[in-house]
């Protein structure tokens, strides 16, 4: 294992890294393709091993096919190095084990003594990649049989909760056995490239600093629409709906990070701090402007790329009286002096015409207009942050018609950063790479913190509550569409538009 060894080796953590869920969809789907990467990016280094945990019987040479398996089709064919397959299955052990008993978890020391052969120094680092009823008894059974030292850290997955009261219990339960700082709750947003350009973009260039409030910004759009439906996930999908799988998490981290004052330096805890006031500052839903200001809807059958695709109700597995949203718009705010009065519109649903994240800052006219007033309404400049795909940053600007015949008439158009032209050598990792490397380096200003995930359960409580009490059922929307027409007339009543230069 040592043919790959390069001097900056040593600032390369070594972990023991115990994978619960070792057998299903995310480990298959973005584990190991992003531990895969980050092996061959060199950031693994050489003594890293991996304990695979599930309760399938299976060999440690079946797991490691399991995982070629899942990597070849998972990696792209291009990127997929058969020296590297080798090198990163060879780390790979597998253990039998029913999580919910607490004998069989002393296997995992013993694991670690003969995987390493000596005394066991490195951290252990527990990925939880099951549901979160599990994270407490795993976390209890692991401290109970020894395992755990003051190195150990813990990786949890969203959604922790189904509500605030749920994510107490979870996350005391596991509070009662890691101290926060040795807690990484992903939100896998978090680790998206753009998404961290965000705080590049808004704190290193004095050109955004400046204008990022309400004096230049007069609203923001914030829209994370997905092609694909619920996946074969009926069962857990019915039970949370789109803003609980979408809102509370991965949107509110956006709008923290789009409306967070800029943190003293980047440690964890000063960013974790700003967002937390951003959270605390969400504006709450009124009930006289709920009807208004909030558009859920449920997709039908309809088309998408030429193909016809199924309504929500006859998804597989299916109850027909559902009324769970897959689609959600709203108008909200940040109650603070810098956002006073500036709308964010948010948006979010499953069968949309097409995969795309993105978020769009509306800035101000200027004071005094002095061109075609014809032209007036085009008079703004837009900055436009996508997340995917193409991820890339524009900012449209307005300049001179070009033409003898064409006077000072104005034209759009935009500053373009296109990070996959503009660095064409550069990979862009997936989210899951670059938060299990931070895992590794133990920094944990990509993670979410208790308060953060309260906070937002708090606001998503209210509103879940507000619209029991309305007692409507969500409007249908037929896939391929870009949701209920009553999320465009949202917008459209305070005189704008959804951004829609896709
Ligand atoms: N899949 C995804 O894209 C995403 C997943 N998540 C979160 O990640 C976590 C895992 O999700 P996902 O991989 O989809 O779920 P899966 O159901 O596909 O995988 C969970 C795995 O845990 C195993 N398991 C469950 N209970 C036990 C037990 N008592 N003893 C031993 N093994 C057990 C299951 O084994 P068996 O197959 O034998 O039941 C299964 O292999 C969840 O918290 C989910 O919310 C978050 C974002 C995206
Ligand atoms: O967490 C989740 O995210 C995915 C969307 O993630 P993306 O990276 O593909 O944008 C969503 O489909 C899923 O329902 C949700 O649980």
Redesign the pocket.
């Known amino acids: 294992m040592n043919s790959h060894k390069r001097p900056e080796d040593d600032s390369r953590a070594v972990i023991d890294l115990v994978l619960f869920g070792a057998l299903g969809d995310l480990s298959l789907r973005k584990l190991y393709p992003a531990l895969y990467h980050l092996d061959r990016e060199g950031l693994l280094h050489d003594d890293t091993r991996i304990l695979g945990l599930a309760r399938q019987e299976l060999k440690g040479e079946g797991f490691r096919k399991r995982v070629t398996d899942a990597l070849q089709i998972y990696v792209k064919a291009s990127e997929l190095d058969r020296a590297v397959v080798k090198r990163f299955t060879a780390r790979l052990d597998y253990l039998q084990l029913d999580f919910e008993t607490a004998e069989g978890y002393r296997a995992i020391t013993e694991w670690r003594m003969s995987a390493r052969h000596e005394t066991v120094i490195c951290p252990l680092v527990v990925y939880l990649a099951v549901p979160a009823s599990l994270y407490g008894g795993i976390c209890r059974h692991l401290q109970d049989c020894g395992c755990l030292d003051e190195l150990s850290r813990v990786v949890v997955e969203?959604p922790i909760g189904h509500d605030y009261e749920t994510s107490c219990e979870i996350n005391d339960a596991i509070g009662a056995v890691f101290p926060e700082s040795r807690v990484y709750r992903i939100d896998?947003?978090l680790g998206?490239e753009t998404v961290q350009n965000l705080i590049a973009l808004r704190f290193a260039n004095p050109l955004f600093g400046t204008q990022w409030n309400q004096n230049h910004v007069s609203h923001v759009e914030i829209t994370?629409a997905?092609q694909?439906g619920?996946?074969g996930?009926w069962g857990y999908?019915d039970r949370a709906g789109q803003l609980r799988?979408?809102v509370q998490?991965?949107l509110l981290q956006l709008v923290c990070l789009i409306a967070m004052d800029p943190p003293a330096n980047l440690d964890a805890d000063a960013i974790r701090d700003e967002k937390v006031k951003v959270l605390k500052a969400l504006e709450p839903f009124r009930e006289n402007t709920l009807g208004r200001d909030v558009v859920r809807g449920q997709y039908i059958a309809g088309n998408i790329e030429g193909d016809g695709v199924p309504g929500y109700l006859e998804e597989e597995g299916a109850n027909l009286e559902s009324e769970t949203e897959t689609f959600v718009a709203m108008k909200t705010g940040v109650s603070n002096w810098r956002w006073a009065g500036v709308p964010f519109y948010l948006r979010t649903g499953?069968r949309l015409p097409e995969?795309l994240?993105q978020i769009v800052i509306h800035f101000r006219q200027q004071p005094h207009y002095i061109f075609d007033p014809d032209q007036r309404g085009l008079a703004t400049n837009k900055l436009i942050i996508r997340l995917?795909p193409d991820e890339g940053i524009a900012l449209e600007v307005l300049t001179k018609d070009s033409g003898l015949d064409r006077g000072m008439r104005l034209r759009r158009g935009p500053l373009h950063l296109d990070f996959g032209s503009a660095f064409p050598k550069a990979r862009i990792p997936d989210?899951y790479e670059r938060l299990l490397l931070e895992v590794m380096k133990g920094r944990q200003y990509l993670f979410v913190r208790r308060d953060e995930i309260e906070h937002a359960w708090h606001w998503c409580d209210s509103l879940i509550a507000a619209w029991q009490d309305l007692g409507e059922p969500p409007r249908r929307y037929p896939a391929g569409s870009w949701g209920p027409v009553a999320s465009i007339a949202m917008i459209t009543q305070d005189g704008r538009s959804w951004y829609e230069d896709y």
């Open positions: 969203k896998h947003y998206k994370v997905e694909v619920i996946e996930r999908f799988d979408m998490n991965h499953k995969k994240s995917q989210a």
